[in-house]
């Protein structure tokens, strides 16, 4: 079994942190390298109009590189980039395959790491056998560095980071390629590490609850569980960002000359609002796989997206949300995520409940204006929690706890947080002495 450790590292001095910087930002400039020299030959510039991509004299760079780096990390940041250009060519066929509906988004080649302004992107990948892990009291990552940087800090053998925090999996029988980055976000140095498990290492969750998900733009994601749990996670202001970038990027296309399909503003933009999608989705994987796990979820079920897409939604919605949520990427990414957690997830592509009353099966007669579903039998409720409530009861044969009331999340940029919409009565309104209890009311308020 595949699983991924992630944890945050910590130089042990301040030679150590300029060292890993400048092995960083040699990776990056060797990647930008190898990757201008791809480009070139992709967009029949520069000379190269009948040259391949895979044509590119890699094997000069690595030669170039190798003295700071290290033959294996140069190695290893020419593969990476390897296989981004794979993966940017195999989505083109799906894009360009009408039978394929799993990418709708027009593919970007790979990108630089970093820009001109801001400045390269601090990233590497370290071959499984040029570094080593030890988890216990004081956990650490040693990586090989190049000769020439160790000349350049009189440093000997291989670079010692602290690692902060505790892993997912501890114990593996095998490591993969690791990644290490500088997160400017939080100022930290991060290191992710595939590792292969045996089967009976598995983090298993402690109960075997289910819960569902509804995915969509307004709402990015509806869930409930056999606990009674509801989490709506909001995503208007998000995808209205998304909407803005969309809009000034064809505004921006229409006043290109004639000829030109795009500019290097217009493939920032892409970028930026790509990246910005990424961290928020990223983050709700993380956020909500860890709520499911503490509730003892082990068995998590996503409905059949394109169903609904392809059935309920007006074209124009549906290309907007399509290219916003990327939702094969999502599903990927939440599979990933979930996998960590032990937590299986089930992707089901059959008749889809939105629309469904809960009090009395009619799927006709309901109407859903914005967030709220209405029903002629009296029914009325939020309609993407009612859904995954239905899709929930359809997929689990336990009996579905009464539900609390549904806690929302916003998204500021960072971090999912509780939105103060979010009212919880039995924390807050009716047992007033739990919120005692928790010693959180401010005195002067009794
Ligand atoms: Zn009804």
């Known amino acids: 079994m595949k699983r991924t450790n992630t944890f945050a590292v910590r130089p042990l001095s301040d030679t150590g942190e300029?060292?890993?910087?400048?092995?960083?930002?040699?990776?990056?400039?060797?990647?930008?390298?190898?990757?201008?020299?791809?480009?070139?030959?992709?967009?029949?510039?520069g000379g190269y109009e009948n040259e391949d991509v895979w044509d590119a004299d890699t094997g000069r760079l690595e030669g170039k590189y190798k003295g700071?780096?290290?033959a294996s990390t140069a190695q290893?940041?020419?593969?990476?980039?390897?296989?981004?250009?794979?993966?940017?060519?195999?989505?083109?066929?799906a894009y360009h395959d009408d039978s394929d509906t799993s990418v709708t988004e027009y593919p970007e080649p790979p990108g630089f790491w970093g820009n001109k302004d801001e400045g390269r992107k601090l990233h590497t990948v370290i071959r499984n056998t040029s570094y080593t892990v030890e988890w216990g009291e004081r956990s650490r990552l040693e990586i090989l560095v190049g000769s020439e940087l160790k000349d350049r800090y009189d440093h000997t053998g291989r670079l010692r980071l602290e690692i902060t925090g505790d892993p997912n999996w501890p114990e593996y029988e095998k490591q993969g390629r690791l990644d290490l980055w500088y997160d400017e976000t939080d100022s930290t140095f991060r290191a992710s590490q595939p590792v292969t498990v045996s089967?009976?290492?598995?983090?298993t969750p402690l109960a075997e609850e289910t819960a569902a998900l509804d995915i969509g733009a307004n709402n990015l994601v509806a869930c409930t569980t056999t606990t009674g749990e509801q989490y709506l996670y909001e995503g208007r202001e998000l995808f209205q960002r998304f909407r803005d970038?969309?809009?000034?990027?064809?505004?921006?296309?229409?006043?290109?000359?004639?000829?030109?399909?795009?500019?290097?503003?217009?493939?920032?933009?892409?970028?930026?609002?790509?990246?910005?999608r990424d961290h928020a989705q990223e983050a709700l994987c993380r956020d909500l796989l860890e709520r499911l796990y503490a509730e003892g979820v082990d068995t998590l079920y996503i409905g059949g997206l394109t169903d609904v897409l392809d059935t309920h939604w007006s074209v124009e919605t549906n290309a907007k949300t399509h290219n916003f949520w990327a939702f094969k990427q999502f599903t990927e990414r939440l599979v990933c995520t979930a996998e960590e957690y032990g937590i299986t997830v089930e992707v089901?592509?059959?008749?889809?409940t939105s629309q469904e009353c809960p009090q009395c099966g009619s799927t006709v007669r309901t109407t859903r204006h914005q967030d709220t579903l209405t029903c002629p039998c009296g029914f009325e409720g939020h309609a993407d929690l009612t859904a995954s409530e239905t899709f929930l009861e359809r997929h689990t044969e336990e009996a579905v706890r009464p539900m609390a009331r549904p806690v929302r999340f916003e998204w500021d940029d960072h971090d999912w947080s509780e939105s103060p919409r979010s009212h919880r009565p039995k924390e807050q309104r009716t047992d007033p002495s739990t919120v005692h209890r928790d010693g959180n009311v401010a005195s002067g308020e009794s």
């Open 18 to 45: 300029q060292l890993l910087r400048d092995l960083l930002d040699a990776s990056a400039a060797l990647w930008n390298e190898v990757n201008y020299e791809r480009l070139m030959r992709y967009n029949d510039e």
């Open 76 to 93: 290893q940041v020419i593969r990476k980039n390897s296989e981004a250009w794979r993966g940017f060519f195999e989505n083109k066929k």
């Open 199 to 203: 089967d009976e290492t598995r983090d």
């Open 245 to 276: 970038t969309t809009r000034e990027i064809a505004r921006l296309q229409s006043k290109l000359e004639e000829g030109r399909y795009s500019s290097k503003r217009i493939r920032r933009l892409y970028q930026k609002r790509t990246r910005r």
């Open 68 to 70: 700071v780096l290290g």
């Open 348 to 352: 089901r592509s059959e008749a889809w």
